[in-house]
Nanobody, 130 residues
Framework: QVQLVDSGGALVQAGGSLRLSCVAS????????MGWFRQAPGKEREFVSA?????????YYADFVKGRFTISRDNAENTAYLQLSGLQPEDTGVYYC??????????????????????WGQGTQVTVSS
């Protein structure tokens, strides 16, 4: 079993920045990929970013990120981060971290599918005011 606790959400003004954290506990050595998703009111959960391992060359982003967000992972601390910059009101939503155990495919179509993740954090609210 793996437990995820995400945090760092807040109310910020447009153009602001936040850093979200996701602390994993339990059988963390089995985690093969960690991802971030978000869900705005009345909308489906959507993929934001994912990281396989901890290297920069194994990061994946949704098109709407457009260089504004950066995902990273500290394996020693069992923590994944999502640095959000240039936030806009349309970025408002609940941000969830997720983890997968086992084999992964390094494609957006695979990593962007919520059903491919085994564990989820409780979510952290990000609100961006205009």
């Amino acid at each position: 079993q793996v437990q995820l606790v995400d945090s760092g959400g807040a109310l910020v003004q447009a153009g602001g920045s936040l850093r979200l954290s996701c602390v994993a506990s339990g059988r963390t050595s089995r985690i093969s990929v960690m991802g971030w998703f978000r869900q705005a009111p009345g909308k489906e959960r959507e993929f934001v970013s994912a990281i396989i391992g901890s290297g920069e060359d194994s990061t994946y982003y949704a098109d709407f990120v457009k260089g504004r967000f950066t995902i990273s992972r500290d394996n020693a601390e069992n923590t994944a981060y999502l640095q959000l910059s240039g936030l806009q009101p349309e970025d408002t939503g609940v941000y969830y971290c997720a983890a997968r155990i086992g084999v992964v495919a390094g494609t957006i179509s695979f990593l962007g599918e919520p059903n491919n993740y085994d564990y989820w954090g409780q979510g952290t609210q990000v609100t961006v005011s205009s």
